[in-house]
């Protein structure tokens, strides 16, 4: 059964950081692309930051770049997104996703909301 578990969502404040993990199971971890979504109520959701299957490239949304980093762990089978700087913008349930080919895994979400 294929899974995509995201965890380390919650309330920070602004210029505060977080740190998102999204486990796989069952699927090739390693032959995947990984990405990062979020959205917004009401709003399409939106490309975050995309990581290679070899880790040997990323690629961020304009807004996010220089504040977030993408990463993976194929031992763990975890990626990563580590938040910095984060702007009550940011705000949004964030989804990891996985794409090989014809085949595209999501997770549930997990909401990050950055407020004072």
């Known amino acids: 059964q294929v899974q995509l578990v995201e965890s380390g969502g919650g309330l920070v404040q602004p210029g505060g950081s977080l740190r998102l993990s999204c486990l796989a199971s069952?699927?090739?971890?390693?032959?995947?692309?990984m990405n990062w979504y979020r959205q917004v109520p009401g709003l399409e959701r939106e490309f975050v930051a995309r990581?290679?299957?070899?880790?040997?490239?990323?690629n961020y949304q304009d807004s996010v770049k220089g504040r977030f980093t993408i990463s993976r762990d194929t031992i763990k089978n975890t990626v990563y997104l580590q938040m910095n700087s984060l702007k009550p913008e940011d705000t949004a349930v964030y989804y990891c996703?996985?794409?090989?080919?014809?085949?595209?895994?999501w997770g549930q979400g997990t909401q990050v909301t950055v407020s004072s």
């Open positions: 996703n996985a794409v090989n080919g014809p085949f595209e895994y």
């Open positions: 990581i290679s299957r070899s880790a040997g490239s990323t």
């Open positions: 069952g699927f090739t971890f390693s032959r995947f692309v």
